[in-house]
T-cell receptor, first 118, second 110 residues
């Protein structure tokens, strides 16, 4: 089946630094990817929709200048957490929309990235 | 924003018993999906039911959808200890976005 790779799986960074998380669709092209954040014992909250070749669409309450999203190719979207603070520590998960099969537009999830800001 | 509301929030059962989780949502949908998540891991897609379907089976899973009540249920039959995980429903509209419910933490005791 289709695979979405997310990297790194976990990262620890110092407060004030920036961290980049990559989301790759390995065997299909994804014009649309989604970024979610999940705090411990909570559900997934959609942060933004990443569109290849155009600006991301952010959900209400998500700071676009803090969470930079770049979707420069059909197989790669990146999320950069700028000037990270401890409250940004969370599990970040991406998903990619596979529209290649007209009968079934399916979303595939990455394995997630744990971010700890110290 | 959260759309789905699952109940119960937590469910503890014995191996071999059936587990039923419910999900309610608020807006119109194209389909509803159920996912499983082991602690600290990514999501595993379990089953998708379209808005024009009422029931769907996959192995030990049975999903129902009642669009008039905007609700869905996930039944896991003959549960196993390995089924222990969090289960989320997610609704999908025409824009492909998935909106997740709060989830049910299922514990299956051996």
């Amino acid at each position: 089946g289709a695979v979405v790779s997310q990297h790194p799986s976990w990262v620890i960074c110092k407060s004030g630094t920036s961290v980049k998380i990559e989301c790759r669709s390995l065997d299909f092209q994804a014009t649309t990817m989604f970024w979610y954040r999940q705090f411990p014992k909570q559900s997934l909250m959609l942060m933004a929709t990443s569109n290849e070749g155009s600006k991301a669409t952010y959900e209400q309450g998500v700071e676009k200048d803090k969470f930079l999203i770049n979707h420069a190719s059909l197989t790669l979207s990146t999320l950069t957490v700028t000037s990270a603070h401890p409250e940004d520590s969370s599990f970040y998960i991406c998903s990619a929309l596979n529209t290649g099969n007209w009968a079934e537009n399916t979303i595939y999830f990455g394995e997630g990235s744990w971010l700890t800001v110290v | 924003s959260q759309q789905g509301e699952e109940d119960p929030q937590a469910l503890s059962i014995q191996e071999g018993e059936n587990a039923t989780m419910n999900c309610s949502y608020k807006t119109s949908i194209n389909n509803l999906q159920w996912y499983r998540q082991n602690s600290g891991r990514g999501l595993v897609h379990l089953i998708l039911i379209r808005s024009n379907e009422r029931e769907k089976h996959s192995g030990r899973l049975r999903v129902t959808l009642d669009t008039s009540k905007k609700s869905s249920s996930l039944l896991i039959t003959a549960s196993r200890a390995a089924d222990t995980a969090s289960y989320f429903c997610a609704t999908q509209g025409s824009n492909y976005k998935l909106t997740f419910g709060k989830g049910t933490l299922l514990t299956v005791n051996p």
